[in-house]
């Protein structure tokens, strides 16, 4: 197989959780214009909307499904809505998170609840039900898990606990799914992003934005189109033999 062919995606099926904007999209973008099928979730119908006509320009088509995981009853419906317009699911993109600032001794308990399930719980449920439902049955199958560098390292001026705990369980949740599935050809890895401008991080960065760049070796924040490549490694034939790992994509800020 040429080296180009390696990276390529042509009628794979895409679900990309959190998919509207920001991180999710990017992704999308990204397998879409490799070749895959994309199907994007998110909670919000208008900005779905968006997004498919952004992908759209870009050459992608994209199938929206409206979706809240953080109430787990929804997600076996999402799937079961892209299995039945498909018939298959070959990547699953746990990209969809949230967070909550406040001190450790502040954080209400129904606050550190949403975190760990929104980017821990669903995450597990939606690998569980994709991998019984198309993964294992076809003996193949690729979850890429958007975990964070805060899952390796704690920031002074962040004061959120949930988000580095739930991050981390991401990691380990990763490394763990990758040992079990190994046997089902299916492989499980994850990516960190650094610090991008997005709605989740825009109020945080207003405030660390200048001391995370001086701090970043590489000088600068995630743009629009540095998660791509990554992406498109882990989700193609070109990392094949990879699984249970993670890639930092952080301009060295966790060094």
Known sequence: MAVRELFELSGQVALVTGGSRGLGLQIARALGEMGAIVALCAR??????????????????????????AKPAQVPTLVEAVLERF????????????????????????????????????????????????????????????????????????????????????????????????????????ICPGFFPSKLSKGLLETIETSVV???????????????????YLASAASRHVTGQYICVDGGASL
Do not use: C
Request: avoid cysteine.
């Open 87 to 190: 018939g298959r699911i070959d990547i699953l993109v746990n990209n969809a998170g949230t967070s909550w600032g406040a001190p450790a001794e502040e954080m209400p308990l129904e606050a550190w609840d949403k975190v760990m399930r929104l980017n821990v719980g669903s995450v597990f449920q939606l690998s569980q039900i994709v991998a019984n439902r198309s993964f294992i049955p076809r003996r193949s199958g690729n979850i890429i898990n958007i975990a964070s560098v805060a899952a390796l390292r704690v920031e002074s001026e962040m004061r959120t606990a949930g988000y580095y705990a739930s991050k981390a369980a991401v990691l380990q949740l990763t490394r763990a799914l990758a040992r079990e599935w190994g046997r089902y050809g299916i492989r499980v890895n994850a």
């Open 214 to 232: 001086a701090r970043t070796p590489l000088g600068r924040l995630g743009n629009e189109t540095d998660l791509m490549g990554a992406a498109v």
């Open 44 to 69: 919000l119908p208008a900005e779905l909307t968006q997004a498919a006509a952004n992908l759209q320009a870009q050459g992608v088509d994209a199938f929206t499904v409206t979706s809240d995981l």
